[in-house]
């Protein structure tokens, strides 16, 4: 039973205004309301914060690459997918391929392709320049990648060193002439005539079909203008000192010229002369 010493001071301490011991039930009560209050807030600053994190992964587009993406959705998305992520079977990924591919495939007609086959043909190109500038720079920052550099790619070659680099890294496939040449399972190196100096330069940094990507630890940006000067200005603008040049297909159409027409004139010579004897 309880003493009459213990209900004094029971009552002492409720007249003082001392609180009364709390169960236990309403301590738990209490810490399930202040963990409700934490995450609520944590919820809320999740909610204010979130949209400004994403907006930092996931920058702006630049007013060209939202041009270049207008182009992009109409006439690239049923083969390279949205976002440029690819269609198996149709296009590969643009992701990483940068601006130089664009340029290269769309400025030369070979993109958008009419069919699927071997090898993209050259063809008229169905964009502007400033069309296939806007959709390299969707590309371009969408997933990087190299870029053609702006300004005269030309500045300051040596047509000399270009053309020995030339001969050890492109004429094999491209030949001496820069005529271009086949290759297997249908696919071939094409002319280079046509070419313009961006569209060789992107070439060498994109490696597009069957060729190598010469980036700048392989070619260096000057080495690349000096391969470039000799293209335009000796192998399409150098006559041929031996007149005909067949082609410029190097020594097959020349063994082949040799052997149809100066063997077969020797031989018809030997018989002139045998029956003249």
Known sequence: MTSDNDRRRGLLARLRGRPVARSRG??????????????????????????????????????????????????CVTCHGRNAQGVTGRGP?????????????????????????AQAQRKPPQFTDEQVRQLGQYIQELGGGPQVPQGNLR???????????????????????AGGGALSSGKFAPSLKPASD??????????????????????TPEQKADIIAYIQENLKATQDQGGFNLGRYGPS?????????????????????????
């Open 155 to 177: 500045e300051g070659a040596n047509i000399s060193t270009g053309g020995e680099l030339f001969r050890i890294n492109c004429s094999q496939c491209h030949a001496f002439g």
């Open 93 to 117: 990924s643009l992701i990483g391929v940068g601006s130089a591919s664009v340029e290269f495939q769309v400025s030369s007609g070979r993109m958008p392709m009419v069919r699927q086959e």
């Open 253 to 277: 159409t020349e063994g082949l010229a040799i052997f149809l027409v100066g063997i077969v004139a020797l031989v018809f010579t030997s018989l002139w002369i045998a029956g003249k004897s």
């Open 26 to 75: 309403r301590r738990r009560l209490g810490a399930a309301v202040r963990l409700t209050a934490a995450l609520m807030l944590a919820g809320g600053a999740y909610t204010v914060f979130a949209p400004s994190v994403q907006a930092q992964d996931n920058p702006p587009l630049s007013a060209a690459a939202n041009e270049g993406k207008a182009l992009f959705d109409v006439s």
């Open 198 to 219: 961006r569209q060789i330069y992107a070439a060498m940094l994109s490696g597009p079909q069957n060729m190598p990507v010469f980036g700048d630890n392989q070619i």
